[in-house]
């Protein structure tokens, strides 16, 4: 028996079948890889809304752990955002230690200037990920 000169296996498959393989895994890559990217941007806005909620239920909680005046006087006293996350803080769980680090990407937080009557607090997405860029995310 002689074998074709133009005969090339690879550990036991041909050239054309491993060509096959690449061909059809590289047409799956490019038809799931769209899905995959507006996944993982679902899920960082879900994210940064989850933590909205709890920056909300951890207001919530400073008001009623301190009682309205004595929080309201703190918060007003902690004129940064710097003073009020460390009140904040230990209402919130696996806080980090800068409030910078608290949001996923480039989301933002604005809090409130007042906690006498008790709001959302203000979420913002980065340039271009809404579609209108009305970088305001209503939740």
Do not use: C, H
């Not at 074998?3 to 491993?18: D, Q």
Request: proline share 5%; net charge positive; hydrophobic share 50%.
């Amino acid at each position: 028996m002689s074998k074709s000169r133009f005969s090339f296996r690879l550990g036991g498959f041909s050239l054309v079948e491993v060509l096959t393989a690449v061909v059809l895994l590289g047409i799956l890559s490019f038809i799931a890889m769209p899905n995959i990217v507006r996944m993982k941007s679902d899920s960082e806005v879900n994210l940064a809304v989850a933590r909205a909620e709890a920056v909300n239920m951890a207001i919530a909680s400073l008001v009623q752990a301190q009682g309205r005046t004595a929080a309201v006087t703190a918060w007003t006293n902690a004129s940064n955002t710097t003073g009020r996350y460390a009140l904040l803080k230990p209402y919130l769980a696996f806080a980090p230690n800068a409030f910078d680090d608290y949001m996923p990407g480039s989301y933002a937080i604005v809090l409130p200037t007042s906690i006498a009557n008790l709001a959302k607090v203000d979420l913002y997405s980065p340039p271009g990920v809404t579609a209108d860029n009305a970088n305001r995310i209503v939740y």
